[in-house]
């Protein structure tokens, strides 16, 4: 077996570990046995459980992030941020165990229980790949940002982060469906056409010179 090949099975074999027994349960030892290979072949392919961890991370931000730039760019970009958003929602719907790991994550590295750098690297790479997602939806739409798309980006991870953890406490999938069609409005009239120009200044708002 390839070095490549082993290394996707030890992935794949940290991600049913930490989707059965949570962060804490993510051991070198408990990953090699998930995945059938010694510890010995673990040490060749990763310098540390962090590392792992790390790699781990960024693929399921990834993935929770690219199904919301697959909507159809042909219709208004208010309802683009609506399919897009409700894309991450049934995401969140479909696997909240996902997110929950994500929270893990959060909260164990807050509490010093894995490196502090993992989770400054979890929300590192969550706001590269949201912002790589608002370019696109903006790009397809015609559409540009009033506001830095990095700015953006942090609203957007704010307002998730915290629909989602409502959504895992109360069960309550209609009011996320709401609150999320709800902030699609919102974010929509953060962008206007590439081509419009920016708001004169009003009569009168100038600096008077005596």
Partial sequence: MSAAARRTLLLEAARRVI?????AGVTTRAVCAEAGMGQGAFHHLFASR?????????????GIVARS?????????????????????ETLRDTPRIRTVLYEITVAGLRGAVQP??????????????????????????????????????????ALDGIALQYLVDGDADAAGVTLRSFARDLAGRAVPVDAR???????SGTMEG
């Fill in 19 to 23: 989707d059965r027994d949570g962060v």
């Fill in 50 to 62: 962090d590392e792992l961890l790390h790699q781990v991370l960024s693929e399921l931000i990834e």
């Fill in 69 to 89: 730039t697959d909507v159809d760019p042909a219709t208004p970009f208010e309802q683009v941020l609506v399919a897009a958003l409700l894309l991450d929602w």
């Fill in 117 to 158: 750098d993992l989770v400054r690297f979890q929300y590192r790479r969550y706001r590269e790949v949201t912002e790589q997602a608002l370019a696109r939806l903006a790009e397809r739409a015609g559409v540009r940002w009033t506001a830095p798309v990095p700015a953006v980006a942090r609203t957007v991870i704010a």
């Fill in 198 to 204: 920016p708001a004169e200044p009003a009569a009168g």
